[in-house]
């Protein structure tokens, strides 16, 4: 299994970024996929997730209204979009998979990419 991380990049605050995870050696459509972030001296935490289908989505608090997650399941590709970055967005972005029902445990998932890195400067 492969993800791969992708759309990272230096930005000015209020810009956008689009991420992007392709992945491989999975069933695909049947994975839950999530996107979480670390940011430097800081612990890994979650961003948002969406379901198998695509119908049902959560993001944490902080990103609501700003960043939007999707998935085209034809194209094994889970996206995510932020707009209105802020400085406290900088982080190494990460996608996940894991099977069954969505979860904000990063412990819960199987499968990780390798990582993308957003700077937004102020």
């Known amino acids: 299994v492969q993800l791969q991380a992708s759309g990272g990049g230096l930005v000015q605050a209020g810009g956008s970024l689009r991420l992007s995870c392709a992945a491989s050696?999975?069933?695909?459509?049947?994975?839950?996929m999530a996107w979480f972030r670390q940011a430097p001296g800081k612990e890994r935490e979650f961003v948002s997730v969406?379901?198998?289908?695509?119908?049902?989505?959560y993001y944490t608090d902080s990103v609501k209204g700003r960043f939007t997650i999707s998935r085209d399941n034809a194209k094994n590709t889970v996206y995510l979009q932020m707009n209105s970055l802020k400085p406290e967005d900088t982080a190494a972005y990460y996608c996940?998979?894991?099977?069954?029902?969505?979860?904000?445990?990063?412990?819960?998932?199987?499968?990780w990419g390798q990582g993308t890195l957003v700077t937004v400067s102020s």
């Open positions: 996940a998979a894991r099977q069954g029902d969505y979860s904000t445990e990063a412990q819960s998932y199987n499968y």
């Open positions: 050696g999975l069933s695909f459509s049947r994975y839950v």
């Open positions: 969406i379901n198998w289908s695509g119908f049902s989505t």
